[in-house]
């Protein structure tokens, strides 16, 4: 499958184009950026092409990759699924539903696949341990945190100073991971039920799950480096499970979501963590962006 990369920041130099660049069943054919220089540089850095008309990649590969922020992405996505290409999205897919269901509308209309890149369901033991959950019963609560330590420090993460980022903060950033854990162990989220400020970028969420389980996340961007990390308690009649750690790292997990683009369009079967999970962890996030503007008022 002749696949192109859309975007050239940090994101897409030290994660999509290796991915895309090792994997054996792909051809990384091109780089778009809306810098042209440069999508020139990377692209001469992994040994593909740089493209100035996204028009054309889409017209010379099969699928793309986008490493860009949401709202230019989900533009993209839908231009992109309309030229006949399938989609390895990353999170989260918009930061509105409307630009969300924009971009699966797409997707079905066209026929194609897609594959939104939440990295630990492409993590070989998280993902079998999220497999493994999802299948006992009785589960009565949880508890997800989500912590990055980008702003109010001297990080020296290439990433602090993204503007979306800095915009629309942890909710959008690390949520989606928190959900893309809890959504399926727990069923979908009939409501958020509370949502509340805390330092800095911190948001606390509760949520009422369909199966009868609450869930509680803490998510922030803006946390001591000592207290950063990520971690998922579950609690229920059988005990308790906790999420583990992985080894693997962007560009493996990566690897694996290609692996998964390729068998949706190999069987015509969408993957989980489709198009439509994406729009479904926007529309969630909305909702707790709505309850906790109206708390600030």
Excluded: N
């Excluded at 290796?18 to 994997?23: D, K, T």
């Excluded at 971690?231 to 005990?239: D, H, I, K, N, P």
């Amino acid at each position: 499958m002749r696949i192109g990369l859309l975007g050239t920041g940090p994101w897409a130099k030290i994660a999509h184009a290796p991915a895309l660049s090792e994997h054996a069943e792909v051809d990384f054919a091109g780089v778009w950026g809306r810098r042209p220089e440069a999508a020139k540089e990377l692209a001469d850095r992994f040994g593909t092409r740089a493209y100035d008309d996204v028009d054309a990649l889409f017209a010379d590969v099969d699928a793309v990759a986008v490493a860009l922020p949401p709202s230019v992405q989900a533009e993209l996505a839908v231009r992109a699924a309309r030229a006949g290409c399938h989609l390895l999205l990353d999170k989260p897919v918009a930061t509105t539903v409307a630009q969300g269901r924009a971009v699966v509308d797409a997707v079905r209309e066209a026929g194609v696949a897609s594959v939104v890149f939440f990295t630990t369901r492409f993590q070989t033991g998280p993902a079998a341990w999220i497999a493994e959950q999802a299948g006992v019963d009785g589960w009565f609560t949880a508890h997800a945190q989500w912590l990055g330590a980008l702003f109010g420090h001297e990080s020296g993460s290439p990433f602090a100073d993204s503007p979306w980022r800095r915009e629309k903060g942890a909710l959008w950033d690390v949520g989606p991971h928190a959900l893309s854990v809890l959504l399926p162990v727990l069923g979908d989220a009939r409501r958020v039920t509370a949502a509340a400020a805390g330092p800095g970028d911190t948001v606390h969420l509760v949520l009422d799950h369909v199966g009868g389980a609450s869930s509680t996340l803490t998510l922030s961007l803006s946390a001591p480096p000592a207290a950063a990390g990520a971690s998922v308690e579950l609690r229920g009649a059988s005990g308790s499970a906790l999420l583990p750690e992985s080894p693997e790292g962007a560009v493996t997990a990566l690897v694996h979501a290609t692996d998964a683009l390729l068998a949706a369009v190999k069987t015509g079967q969408p993957h989980p963590c489709d198009a439509a999970f994406g729009l479904r962890v926007t529309e969630i996030l909305a909702e707790a962006e709505t309850l906790l503007e109206r708390a600030a008022d």
